[in-house]
T-cell receptor, first 114, second 116 residues
Framework: SQELEQSPQSLIVQEGKNLTINCTSSKTLYGLYWYKQKYGEGLIFLMMLQKGGEEKSHEKITAKLDEKKQQSSLHITASQPSHAGIYLCGAPANSGGSNYKLTFGKGTLLTVNP | NAGVTQTPKFRILKIGQSMTLQCAQDMNHNYMYWYRQDPGMGLKLIYYSVGAGITDKGEVPNGYNVSRSTTEDFPLRLELAAPSQTSVYFC???????????????FGQGTRLTVV
């Protein structure tokens, strides 16, 4: 079965600093999702990457997909306290039509100190 | 916009009791999922459904049952609660944009279950 490893497991940064979170798959990636979770709440969709080399940005968050490396990175520029939370990557287990079984990494806990 | 609604938000069960976690979505999504989240362990798929009347086991189905009689509802049943089922449970739904395409999953707010 596919496994997603996230690094680091936790991260503490000073407000205004840049940071990167990585997600590495044990198998071929057929797409990659990034979600954010605040404590006690559900998951909020951030971005979906579907093609190798694809890069997407939303406000100060940029995600890239490196299919060859079976890896995705999430980069936050000029972090703010509002960025704090748990970031999870998820990937579909299959390609093509059976994309419904999503596997998730264990998450990266981000703390942003003001 | 309701999205995915889970009830209850919190519940304490005694060992051996049973309960049903409710999940409803109003987005007409074909796919629905149940995950459990344990500290430091990420999300584990319990059961999923690709449409009304169709369900299948995920990674950790033991001790749970599901049904999907309508597109909107996907309840999760615990028959004999055990301490190992103490967890946060998330329901999610998604839709295929096009055949073979991936689609984001929308999550409920979670149900925090404690079995004592």
């Amino acid at each position: 079965s596919q496994e997603l490893e996230q690094s680091p497991q936790s991260l503490i940064v000073q407000e205004g600093k840049n940071l990167t979170i990585n997600c590495t798959s044990s198998k071929t990636l057929y797409g990659l999702y990034w979600y954010k979770q605040k404590y006690g709440e559900g998951l909020i969709f951030l971005m979906m990457l579907q093609k190798g080399g694809e890069e997407k940005s939303h406000e100060k968050i940029t995600a890239k997909l490196d299919e060859k490396k079976q890896q995705s990175s999430l980069h936050i520029t000029a972090s703010q306290p509002s960025h704090a939370g748990i970031y999870l990557c998820g990937a579909p287990a299959n390609s093509g039509g059976s994309n419904y079984k999503l596997t998730f990494g264990k998450g990266t806990l981000l703390t942003v100190n003001p | 916009n309701a999205g995915v609604t889970q009830t209850p938000k919190f519940r304490i069960l005694k060992i051996g009791q049973s309960m049903t976690l409710q999940c409803a979505q109003d987005m007409n999504h074909n796919y629905m999922y149940w995950y459990r989240q344990d500290p430091g362990m990420g999300l584990k798929l319990i059961y999923y459904s690709v449409g009304a009347g169709i369900t299948d086991k995920g990674e950790v189905p033991n001790g749970y049952n599901v049904s999907r009689s309508t597109t909107e509802d996907f309840p999760l049943r615990l028959e004999l609660a055990a301490p190992s089922q103490t967890s946060v449970y998330f329901c999610a739904s998604s839709y295929p944009i096009a055949p073979g395409a991936s689609a984001e999953a929308f999550f409920g707010q979670g149900t925090r279950l404690t079995v004592v």
